[in-house]
């Protein structure tokens, strides 16, 4: 009889495959179809290395208005941290095989070596989107393109849907945790510098 345990261990991997060839199955009907193969594909590319991401938060810098400055340079910032916690750290406790891959791609891709769990696209995806979200009316904007991105990697046979599941996770994970570490309406030392003679005043003078 095999341990409470080690049904446990089997149960979650049997739910996990079923997920991922479920998944897959249904991004099956859409590979071969042009406008899919390019949508995805593309995606694809413009997530290697965090470029869109890094191209975005630019963006933002670029546009200097107040609050996008620095909600630039902490997107680029954390897509850079993210990239190295993620390839270096995490993906080096998983070593997950990838899905077999495919005889071949119809359009250029860039094959990665790494272990497959998590996705680092769907980590840097959801990570930078969460951040350049932030009190934007566009935020779904962003959502909207890390969702493509992340499905993408799932699309070209690169990751399995579970690896994009556990990256879209730590991504957001990441993203609130670098909300909380940079915010982007942290009052200004000038106005605290005003405000803390009437405070200690109103206070009766300090203890």
């Known amino acids: 009889m095999r341990p409470l345990g080690r049904l446990n261990s089997d149960a979650r991997r049997s739910w996990v495959e079923a997920l991922d060839t479920r998944v897959d ?76 891959p495919m005889a071949a791609h119809p359009l250029p891709f860039r094959q990665p070596i790494t272990s497959s769990f998590p996705s680092g696209h769907a980590t840097a995806a959801f990570c930078a989107a969460s951040l350049l979200a932030e009190g934007q009316e566009r935020a779904p904007v962003y959502y909207a393109l890390a969702t493509v991105v992340a499905l993408s990697r799932v699309h070209t046979k690169i990751h399995h849907a579970s690896d994009v599941v556990g990256g879209i996770a730590i991504g957001v994970m990441l993203g609130r945790l670098g909300r909380r570490i940079a915010p982007l309406n942290r009052p200004a030392g000038g106005a605290w510098r005003k405000a803390g003679p009437a405070l200690i005043q109103a206070d009766g003078g300090g203890a």
């Open 25 to 100: 199955d249904l991004f099956a009907l859409l590979r071969g179809k042009p406008i899919a193969d390019r949508l995805f594909y593309t995606a694809s590319a413009l997530g290697d290395f965090g470029l869109l991401w890094l191209a975005l938060g630019l963006v933002r810098i670029l546009r200097g208005r107040p609050g996008d400055t620095r909600a630039g340079l902490r997107a680029v910032v954390a897509t850079g941290l993210e990239s190295v916690l993620v390839n270096v750290g995490v993906k080096s406790l998983f070593r997950r095989r990838r899905p077999r």
